[in-house]
Structure formats: structure tokens, C-alpha cells
């Protein structure tokens, strides 16, 4: 089955910027999303469609594409970003709607 | 506005069954893909099964035939049904609305808060 690995953790200097990679077989095949899940909150979407952002949402946070990885970007990292970061596809060949192993952003 | 509520959650034993609900407001059910996501304790998100608008359903393999979704269409609430539970089932059970704005996009907009399964002895 389709498989998309995530880094278990990355750390980033406030202000710095931060990136977090979702690596899949031909994910650039594929549209990917990302989430933001804050300790004891549901997941909230922050970048849709590989790049889009949901309305809310602050322009620092964008996604790139290319490959086998796709990326997401969050510029000028505040202490308010820190959570748990997920990607997700949906396999069109299984109808299966799969998420990464989760990405813990520290910013330090 | 949009809302998703869920209800339903407890401890329940090994090999009993329990229905858990979802609420949704702001919008109707009927027209809309409904999913259910859970997370294990500590652990990240896992995808579980889909209602699809015109009534079929698809599920992930570790719940196919144990677990089955619903909807009431007058109440707008969106349900599972959860059988044979194991203790691998606890978890924080959300339900989330799926938008598809083209053919190969479809990603989750909106979520519940999550209720709590705890399938213990």
C-alpha cells in the first residue's frame, strides 16, 4: 500500500524558517495537504491542493512539490506554531485517504 | 457556520460494541462526503472509512467488517458503529467533512473535536 514518510521531528529558531517533507512514491503525482494539530486539539487544515492555503490561514505557511517530496514551509516560525504537522493524499487507485506519520515542530 | 459534534465515546470491554455520533450543523450531511479519522494514543492520524453522498461506503482493512458508518438524514448526524472492538481500537474517534473541488483533490475542511474510545477490561 501507499506509503508517506514524514521527518518525526524538526526544530526552527523563532523568525527562521521551517521545513517539513512528506516523501512518497510519485507523490508529485498526487495532490497533498497538509494539517496542524496543536497537543489535545483536532487537526486543522493549512495548506490544501499542494500549495493553497484554506481562508485563515497566514501567508507564512505554503507548500511546494517536486518529485518524490513534497514540502511543507512555514516562514518567520512563531512559538504559536508549534504542533504536530500531517500530510495527506488520497490514493485514487484504492480510494484510501492516507496521512503521513506526523512531523513534531519545536520552535526553539 | 460550520460544526461537527461528536458524542458517544466510553470505555468499553474487549469484544463488545459501541455507536458513536457526529452531529454536523452549517451544512447538510446528505450532500457531503463524511469521514471518519481516529488517533491512537500518542500516536498519529489513521483514516478509518467514508460515507460518500449516494450512500457507499469504504473502509480502511483494519476495521473492514467490524465497523460500519450510517447517517440519519433527519437529524444530520453521521454515525459508526464499532463491533468486535480490541484494545488496538482505542482511540480519539473525529469525524471530518471531505471537500472535492476537482477530480484528484480531496482533502478534509472540517473537523469535530474528537471523542474518546477506551476499549479496556
Known amino acids: 500500500s501507499y506509503v508517506l514518510t514524514q521527518p518525526p521531528s524538526v526544530s526552527v529558531a523563532p523568525g527562521q524558517t521551517a521545513s517539513i517533507s512528506c516523501g512518497g512514491n510519485?507523490?508529485?503525482?498526487?495532490?497533498v495537504h497538509w494539517y496542524q494539530q496543536r497537543p489535545g486539539q483536532a487537526p486543522v487544515l493549512v495548506v490544501y491542493?499542494?500549495?493553497a492555503r484554506p481562508a485563515g490561514i497566514p501567508a507564512r505557511f505554503s507548500g511546494s512539490h517536486s518529485g518524490n517530496t513534497a514540502t511543507l514551509i512555514i516562514s518567520g516560525a512563531e512559538a504559536g506554531d508549534e504542533a504536530d504537522y500531517y500530510c495527506q493524499v488520497w490514493d485514487s487507485s484504492s480510494d484510501l485517504r492516507l496521512f503521513g506519520g506526523g512531523t513534531q515542530l519545536t520552535v526553539l | 457556520e460550520v460544526q461537527l459534534v461528536e458524542t458517544g465515546g466510553g470505555l468499553i470491554q474487549p469484544g463488545g460494541s459501541l455507536r458513536i455520533s457526529c452531529a454536523a450543523s452549517?451544512?447538510?450531511?446528505?450532500?457531503?462526503?463524511m469521514n471518519w479519522v481516529r488517533q491512537a494514543p500518542g500516536k498519529g492520524l489513521e483514516w478509518v472509512s467514508i460515507?460518500?453522498?449516494?450512500?457507499?461506503?469504504y473502509y480502511a482493512d483494519s476495521v473492514k467488517g467490524r465497523f460500519t458508518v450510517s447517517r440519519d438524514n433527519s437529524k444530520n448526524t453521521f454515525y459508526l458503529q464499532m463491533n468486535t472492538l480490541r484494545a488496538e481500537d482505542t482511540a480519539v474517534y473525529y469525524c471530518a467533512r471531505e471537500i472535492v473541488p476537482s477530480i484528484t483533490v480531496r482533502y478534509f475542511d472540517y473537523w469535530g473535536q474528537g471523542t474518546l474510545v477506551t476499549v479496556s477490561s
Open positions: 491542493g499542494d500549495s
Open positions: 510519485n507523490i508529485g503525482t498526487k495532490s
Open positions: 452549517g451544512f447538510s450531511i446528505t450532500n457531503n462526503f
Open positions: 460515507l460518500y453522498s449516494g450512500g457507499a461506503t
